[in-house]
């Protein structure tokens, strides 16, 4: 199975700031990478797939890097809108989250 | 627009069954690779199974032989039979369109194994 690990687990951040999560897999997986917002009592949404694409709708401050084994998710200015948790996930091979990161204001 | 509603969650005894459902509206099931996924409270995601658009279907390891996938096309129906469960199935269950990048999720529904 492969494994997905993410950090950092919590970061605190303030509106403006740029912010960067990483996922770091425990094989190659190209660029088999999706990356998701949730926020409480919400289901998931999808922001990034195959590593960089960004999905219809999705802001543009929202970005994608990485291939292989490691894979960034990058908030160039964060917004209120942002403070949330943000899961990495592979499709290599079945699926796999990352534990997820909690973005948190500052 | 698509929509996806599943029902069927609710508080059950370890060693009982039930049956999750995932109505879809602006989308067709049997068109699609439809997914399972559950998140236990407070904790992350987890995949727990998925129906191709011709009918295979796969499990995770923590569900195997316990729960199974189907769906209905002429209800656009998408459905989880959960038996044998355990404390350890707790969990929202969300249905999703999809077996990589997961783009339409429910809202989820909260299953509670306990006694």
């Known amino acids: 199975d492969i494994q997905m690990t993410q950090s950092p687990s919590t970061l605190s951040a303030s509106v403006g700031d740029r912010v960067t999560i990483t996922c770091r897999a425990s094989?190659?997986?190209?660029?088999?990478l999706a990356w998701y917002q949730q926020k409480p009592g919400k289901a998931p949404k999808l922001l990034i797939y195959?590593?960089?694409s960004l999905e219809s709708g999705v802001p543009s401050r929202f970005s994608g890097s990485g291939s292989g084994t490691e894979f960034t998710l990058t908030i160039s200015s964060l917004q209120p809108d942002d403070f949330a948790t943000y899961y990495c996930?592979?499709?290599?091979?079945?699926?796999?989250f990352g534990g997820g990161t909690k973005v948190e204001i500052k | 627009e698509v929509q996806l509603v599943e029902t069927g969650g609710g508080l059950i005894q370890p060693g009982g069954s039930l049956r999750l459902s995932c109505a879809a509206s602006?989308?067709?099931?049997?068109?699609?690779?439809m997914s399972w996924v559950r998140q236990a409270p407070g904790k992350g995601l987890e995949w727990v199974s998925v129906?191709?658009?011709?009918?295979?279907?796969y499990y995770a390891d923590s569900v195997k032989g316990r729960f199974t996938i189907s769906r209905d096309n002429s209800k656009n129906t998408l459905y989880l039979q959960m038996n044998s469960l355990r404390a350890e199935d707790t969990a929202v269950y969300y249905c999703?369109?999809?077996?990589?990048?997961?783009?339409?999720w429910g809202q989820g529904t909260l299953v509670t194994v306990s006694s």
């Open positions: 999703a369109s999809g077996y990589g990048p997961l783009d339409y």
């Open positions: 602006g989308f067709t099931v049997s068109s699609n690779y």
């Open positions: 129906i191709y658009s011709g009918g295979s279907t």
């Open positions: 094989q190659s997986i190209s660029s088999w």
């Open positions: 195959k590593a960089s």
């Open positions: 996930q592979q499709y290599n091979s079945d699926l796999t």
